[in-house]
């Protein structure tokens, strides 16, 4: 069982910066494939980064490569999402996740954080 808890998500402005954090409970990151998701209103969920950590692959979305980092720090058991030069259009509730196996889609992740806001401003 893992448990998982987000924050730093806020306001900002188009063009600023936010890091989101997520603090696992139970087993550790280097376990499973971990991900962030957002949900913006009346869209579906969607994969941002993904990254599975035993041999490093990762996944950005073509929408924010180049902006979004997935990063973690496995003393603090936590997984990052460094967000640079935010948009109004990355705007929404973002999750983290975990799955055992590598996938990229919502579907096949086990558990899931309760979500934070991002809120990006023109």
């Known amino acids: 069982q893992v448990q998982l808890v987000e924050s730093g998500g806020g306001l900002v402005q188009a063009g600023g910066s936010l890091r989101l954090s997520c603090a696992a409970t139970g087993r550790t990151f280097s376990s499973y494939t971990s991900a962030w998701f957002r949900q913006a209103p009346g869209k579906e969920r969607e994969s941002v980064a993904v990254s599975r950590w035993r041999d490093g692959w990762l996944y950005y979305a073509d929408s924010v490569k180049g902006r979004f980092t997935i990063s973690r720090d496995n003393a603090k058991n936590t997984v990052y999402l460094q967000m640079n030069s935010l948009k109004p259009e990355d705007t929404g509730v973002y999750y983290c996740?975990?799955?055992?196996?590598?996938?990229?889609?919502?579907?096949?992740?086990?558990?899931w954080g309760q979500g934070t806001q991002v809120t990006v401003s023109s």
């Open positions: 996740a975990v799955s055992s196996v590598w996938a990229v889609v919502a579907g096949a992740f086990d558990f």
